[in-house]
């Protein structure tokens, strides 16, 4: 599975940005799909997931309510939407894929390049 994330750039705070990830190489469904980030001298950490057929989602609590995720398999896309967003949100935003429910970075087999998400204050 190759995965492709685009969509980064700077944003004042208060705004909003939608990041895309398309899949290639494998049927999308079969795998869960995760946001992730990564902060400047901070471990990448775990912002959300969907299910592989986007019946269900799970949320970094400092994110709920804020972004939400969704998919379209036939497009072989996942988005994450990101609103009201605020300084601290500023990282490297990465997909990854896994065949198994996990918040865990370790447990993600594949990931795109990252994507690069500012918030000014």
């Known amino acids: 599975v190759q995965l492709q994330a685009s969509g980064g750039g700077l944003v004042q705070a208060g705004g909003s940005l939608r990041l895309s990830c398309v899949a290639s190489?494998?049927?999308?469904?079969?795998?869960?799909m995760g946001w992730f980030r990564q902060a400047p001298g901070s471990e990448r950490e775990f912002v959300g997931l969907i299910g592989g057929y986007g019946g269900f989602t799970n949320y970094k609590d400092s994110v709920k309510g804020r972004f939400t995720i969704s998919r379209d398999n036939d497009k072989n896309t996942a988005w994450l939407h990101m609103n009201s967003l605020k300084p601290e949100d500023t990282a490297v935003y990465y997909c990854?894929?896994?065949?198994?429910?996990?918040?865990?970075?370790?447990?993600?087999?594949?990931w795109g390049q990252g994507t690069q998400v500012t918030v000014s204050s």
């Open positions: 190489g494998s049927t999308s469904s079969d795998y869960y």
């Open positions: 990854a894929a896994s065949r198994t429910y996990t918040r865990l970075v370790s447990q993600y087999t594949y």
